[in-house]
């Protein structure tokens, strides 16, 4: 369950990981069975929902054309997000000092 705006996505996301097979080159069986849903977003004028709708058409695309293109197994996938994705991987602690100052200085 996510956003209407963000469901795309999600399902991009949900069904590439899921269809990934081990380094061993096997893939589950039987496949996984996913469901989405997708809820209004609730509180977003027009103007803020079609924003949201080009950011997460913008982000897809990028999806797309970077991690999906590139990660074909599991344990790329691990690398990817733990060592390569600015969100998830884990800085080291002069980066960590680096992004509170800029969070700092606005």
């Known amino acids: 369950v996510t956003s209407d705006f963000h469901l795309p996505r999600t399902r991009a996301i949900f069904e590439w990981v899921f269809s990934l097979p081990d380094r061993a080159g096997r893939r589950r069986s039987p496949p996984a069975e996913l469901e989405f849903e997708g809820v209004p977003g609730r509180g977003l004028g027009d103007e803020d929902g ?22 074909r197994d599991l344990e790329a996938l691990h690398r990817f997000l733990f060592v390569e994705h600015g969100a998830y991987r884990a800085m080291s602690e002069a980066e960590e000092a680096a992004r509170e100052r800029e969070r700092a200085t606005g």
Not at 51 to 70: D, F, I, P, Q, T
Request: aromatic share 0%.
């Open 50 to 71: 079609a924003a949201r709708r080009r950011k997460e058409e913008r982000s897809l695309e990028a999806l797309r054309r970077g991690a999906v293109s590139s990660v």
